[in-house]
């Protein structure tokens, strides 16, 4: 049987000589692992390029037997270029991030018609967006959060529950300890994000790092499992001071 949907790249892994296996956010069927034959062959060019990730794809594919995790795609093509994304350092890396946390923390394999629009909508946005990026991954994870079961009406909610459970922000990362004035420093922040993010006030760099940070700290007492998110740091230095 097939099934004709859009999808959402969210990661690939090499397969062989020239395949991959790639993890899809698919609109009809939620998360999916397709293989994909061929796509790293040096002819034709470029198909590989089609599988980075957040790429917005239109896909026929087979649906996997019962009790199976992995099958193939018929057909797959680009269902709306990026203008910007793969090739601006900064959205690129904001891209990489996501699709990261997209991928240890939404793992339904099925329809949920509004999260996708949630994302297809926000990663068009993103790529269409000339200034104000900043606070993009912020304001994305926030939101998301909604769709996930756990978002937040204030700044306060995140913050409780983030030094209740005994971490506060170091550098970016986070180490156990009772740093938790400084948590409460970041309150109002989360709040104008939620409320009024055009109005924004974060100052810095070095402050939405630790922002990041507390918001990864929050998913993690949420999503079970969902470990460090490795290109937090990436990230972060590409975000500046």
Do not use: W
């Not at 509004?114 to 000339?130: E, G, K, N, P």
């Not at 420093?185 to 104008?192: G, I, L, N, V």
């Not at 929050?218 to 499992?225: I, P, S």
Request: hydrophobic share 40%; with cysteine; glycine share 8%.
């Amino acid at each position: 049987m097939l099934i004709k949907t859009r999808g959402i790249v969210l990661s690939y892994l090499k397969y062989r000589e020239s395949s991959i296996i790639t993890r899809v956010y698919t609109e009809q069927r939620g998360v999916q692992s397709y293989l994909v034959n061929g796509v790293r062959r040096a002819k034709p060019p470029g198909r590989i390029a089609l599988f980075q990730p957040l790429t917005l794809l239109e896909l026929v594919a087979y649906v996997p037997r019962q009790g199976g995790s992995l099958t193939r795609l018929a057909e797959f093509r680009c269902a709306e270029p990026f203008r910007s994304l793969p090739y601006d350092m900064r959205k690129s890396s904001v891209g990489l991030f996501l699709s990261e946390v997209l991928s240890k923390s939404v793992r339904e394999e099925e329809e949920n018609v509004s999260l996708f629009r949630f994302l297809h909508d926000s990663i068009l946005t993103f790529d269409q967006q000339d200034e104000g990026i900043e606070n993009f991954a912020l304001l994305f994870l926030l939101h998301l959060a909604g769709y996930l079961g756990f978002g937040a009406e204030t700044g306060a909610e995140i913050i409780d529950q983030v030094a209740m459970a005994g971490a506060a922000p170091v550098g970016g990362t986070f180490n156990s300890g009772p740093a938790t004035l400084r948590l409460r420093e970041f309150e109002h922040y989360f709040d104008e994000l939620l409320r009024t993010p055009a109005a924004s006030t974060i100052p810095n760099g070095q402050v939405r790092r630790e922002l990041l940070a507390v918001v990864i700290r929050y998913y993690q007492l949420h999503v079970e499992g969902l470990g460090p998110i490795n290109s937090l740091e990436i990230l972060s230095e590409v975000l500046g001071g």
